[in-house]
């Protein structure tokens, strides 16, 4: 199994990145794709999560920022992220697992954020 996520780097408060993360390997029963963050200071926590019939879910604090989409053609994973705020910078990862509800048990190494 691999989740490289790519598509990070520094951008200005207000403007906008694109993360990726292309999988394989996957089991057919990973039926959820979810993007998580590390920030300096805090814990790690969901951003936005995607099931295999498309239903999404987002962390509290995106607020309308942040889109989850997935091709499963490519079988790539995006996180669209305008409206950057200072406070998002942190190290932004890719799962995968059976459930939504679960502990993730495939992780990509992370991509940079910096805002």
């Known amino acids: 199994v691999q989740l490289v996520e790519s598509g990070g780097g520094s951008m200005q408060a207000g403007g906008s990145l694109r993360l990726s993360c292309a999988a394989s390997?996957?089991?057919?029963?990973?039926?959820?794709m979810a993007w998580f963050r590390q920030t300096p200071g805090k814990e790690r926590e969901g951003v936005a999560a995607?099931?295999?019939?498309?239903?999404?879910k987002y962390g509290d604090f995106v607020k309308g920022r942040f889109t989850i989409s997935l091709d499963n053609a490519k079988n790539t994973l995006y996180l669209q992220m305008n409206s950057l705020k200072p406070e998002d910078t942190g190290m932004y990862y890719c799962?995968?697992?059976?459930?939504?509800?679960?502990?993730?048990?495939?992780w990509g190494r992370g991509t940079q954020v910096t805002v």
């Open positions: 995607i099931g295999d019939d498309g239903s999404t």
């Open positions: 799962a995968a697992d059976a459930s939504c509800s679960a502990d993730f048990a495939y």
């Open positions: 390997g996957l089991p057919y029963s990973s039926n959820c």
